[in-house]
């Protein structure tokens, strides 16, 4: 059988990715109660505040100082696409733009030419743990569109395509959620306009898989001079093709065929993003990402003449009080509500 796999590499707390994705953040935290006020409720002792990522007790504050998260910080040149698949995030930007999202659900922001916003996770239960998955996927922008105008859509949960496959031999099932990129059936809500994703070139695929103990997934084939990048991020093993692959490992694959993909006998979820590259200079610096360096100074003086638009809210980890109810707030004023 010809080897799918053209490269192989640990997963930390951050995935490498190849072009047009910059990289990928995966957060899997065990927080425990709340203590009333949306923070956790054991001791905060012993842990750097502010710059948090220790993993103590299977969980970390990040930079939040009383409830965990991403305070105020700024964003130019590219994309944040942040699926929660459990616990809650707490969005406020430099607009006035605010939402409260989980469940399942993604938020897919342009930062254009700038914004700040924050990424809290209140903790709801007061009664019982707060788990968190999440993953933040970061999304370059074509030179083109580095100054486009910043902009958030909402993929809520319950519009989300996603298939639970029964697998006839094994028994088993695979689900099937689809962010990006139509796959079998299920044709994903729209990006943002000027995502690089909303380009029928820019071919961009983010596909998660959820397979059951000895199941089959056949991958097709993306379009010509596309690049896959293939993350089992949890459970035994997966095949791919001819090569079986440790849960734990990211690997490139080959994009111009079919693949059958085998989970193993733990089962496998997998993380699958797809896209044709940019193939354009990448300059990055921290939460900037521009094609010369030129382009990232004008960047920081930009943010330092105007804060990009400045910050509308009381300080710089605001959140949306104890009630669960899901909702966003758009700079233009329109409301959505999901129960």
Not at 18 to 44: C, K, M, Q, R
Not at 57 to 75: A, C, E, I, L, R
Not at 223 to 230: E, I, N, P, Q
Request: proline letters at 8%; hydrophobic letters at 35%; charged letters at 20%.
């Amino acid at each position: 059988m010809v080897d799918s796999v053209l490269q192989q590499f640990p997963l930390g707390s951050q995935w490498p990715t190849v072009d047009p994705f910059l990289f990928v953040a995966y957060h899997h935290d065990d927080y425990p109660a709340s203590d009333g006020a949306l923070a956790p409720g054991e001791s905060l002792a012993g842990r750097q505040l502010g710059n948090d990522f220790s993993g103590r007790q299977g969980w970390s504050m990040y930079h939040g100082q009383t409830v965990p998260g991403f305070p105020q910080h700024p964003h130019r040149g590219f994309e944040t696409i942040t699926y929660v698949r459990s616990g809650y995030i707490d969005h406020a930007d430099s607009l006035g733009a605010t939402a409260r999202f989980g469940k399942g659900d993604t938020q897919w922001m342009t930062a254009g030419s700038g914004i700040q916003h924050c990424e809290m996770f209140p903790l709801l239960n007061e009664d019982a743990p707060n788990p968190l998955e999440l993953f933040q996927i970061w999304l370059n922008l074509p030179a083109s569109d580095k100054m486009v105008d910043p902009y958030f859509t909402m993929l809520w949960s319950h519009v989300t395509p996603n298939e639970v496959i029964k697998e006839v031999e094994s028994e088993g099932t695979v689900n099937l959620t689809v962010l990006a990129g139509q796959i079998r059936d299920l044709k994903p809500a729209a990006p943002p306009p000027n995502s690089w994703a909303s380009r029928d070139e820019g071919d961009v695929a983010i596909w998660h898989l959820s397979m059951e103990p000895n199941t089959c997934f056949a991958l097709p084939a993306a379009d010509a001079g596309s690049t896959r990048m293939l993350y089992a991020f949890e459970g035994s093993t997966v095949a791919i093709g001819g090569t079986e692959i440790d849960a734990g490992t990211g690997a490139l694959i080959q994009s111009d065929k079919e693949i059958e993909l085998s989970a193993g006998s733990g089962g496998i979820e997998i993380m699958i993003l797809q896209g044709r590259p940019i193939r354009e200079p990448v300059a990055q610096h921290g939460p900037f990402v521009m094609n010369t360096d030129r382009e990232i100074e004008d960047a920081f003086r930009d943010y330092q003449a105007t804060q990009f638009g400045g910050w509308p809210w009381p300080n710089k980890a605001p959140n949306h009080g104890t009630e669960p109810q899901r909702f966003a707030i758009h700079a233009d004023g329109r409301r959505e509500d999901v129960s």
